[in-house]
């Protein structure tokens, strides 16, 4: 089986983790937690979302963080944008990229973005003559790839008609996402086969949650069809607030450990994204899913009295 030899993992978490916490994280908490993953090696993020402070309070504080992060090494900043004046705060604060979404299906579509599938595809060409006339790179992203909690299994048909319109508006980069963790590897396998057979010559990027434990067997998947890129939440922090029982997205650093103990680079010093997972823990005040933070990597050894034994 032949694998990407290196791998993009996009930090997630500053945006898909905290937009659900109920108490809002302070914007220097923020700050220090993005930079401490730059430090650990991570070069790619979804910083936060220049979205209605009304809709996600918990981001209302969106420029204040793109501010204060550190620049100094190429990390590439992106930041999801609902609408075109979204598009111009995100341009403004100085991102590198922008995110657009839309669902693949129509119900989930409506719930998470209050607008048929229609009206979003057609809005798009605004948001992508603002960011590009700033200079900022656009990534698009399709919700509900692999099912809707509402719909059921989604027809490729309708990814299909996002990608299509994605590519028409040149767009390079395109999520495919498991936005309520319904993914099997198998329909991954598939998904990713058909979208590379149709546009050659795309770089994809998997968004997987773990909400019925199948995430990193997806990713799996992912690399079993040559894909390289993935999104992951530091400490498995997250969850759709637009879908019922969602859970978080797949652990930064259970994936990050993964890849490594599969040979795939990642350019990411595990030991301080595990150091960076128990601080996250620290301010969200709760037990957070992710496993390697609490075992440690496959060979942490222990001594043998320091563990209770079996005797008698």
């Known amino acids: 089986m032949s ?67 550190d620049r100094s090494t190429g990390a590439k900043i992106l930041a999801l944008v609902p609408n075109p004046k979204g598009a111009e705060l995100a341009a403004k604060a100085g991102v590198d990229g922008v995110v657009i979404v839309v669902s693949a299906s129509e119900s989930h579509n409506r719930s998470n973005l209050n607008r048929s599938v229609a009206d979003s595809l057609a809005g798009f060409k605004d948001i992508v003559d603002i960011a590009r006339g700033a200079g900022v790179d656009v990534h698009g992203a399709i919700a509900t ?7 059921g299994d989604v027809p490729l048909a309708s990814v299909y008609r996002i990608a299509d319109r994605f590519a028409e508006l040149g767009i390079q980069v395109i999520g495919v996402c498991d936005t309520t963790g319904m993914a099997t590897p198998l329909q991954v ?42 999104d992951s939440s530091l400490g498995g922090l997250g969850g759709c607030p637009f879908a019922p029982g969602a859970t978080g997205n797949i652990c930064t650093e259970d994936l990050v450990h993964m890849l490594h103990e599969m040979d795939i680079e990642t350019g990411i ?18 037990v957070l899913p992710g496993q390697v933070m609490k075992a440690g990597p496959r060979l942490t050894l222990h001594a043998c009295d320091a563990v209770a034994r079996a005797v008698g």
């Open 145 to 151: 790839s692999f099912g809707c909690p509402f719909e």
């Open 269 to 286: 010093d595990l030991g301080k994204l595990v150091e960076a997972a128990h601080s996250l823990e620290r301010t969200i005040g709760r």
């Open 3 to 69: 694998y990407p030899t290196r791998v993009t993992v996009t930090e997630v978490g500053p945006r898909d983790g905290l937009q659900i916490e109920p108490v809002f994280v302070p914007t220097a908490t923020k700050i220090r937690l993005i930079n401490d993953l730059i430090a650990a090696g991570v070069r790619s993020f979804e910083a936060t979302s220049f979205v209605s402070p009304r809709a996600v309070p918990q981001l209302r504080d969106a420029a204040e963080v793109i501010a204060g992060l």
């Open 189 to 230: 396998s598939r998904v990713c086969t058909a979208m590379q057979a149709r546009y050659p010559g795309k770089t994809w990027d998997l968004h997987f949650h773990n909400t019925r434990g199948l995430g990193l067997a997806n990713v799996l998947a992912g690399l079993q069809a040559g894909v390289g890129h993935y």
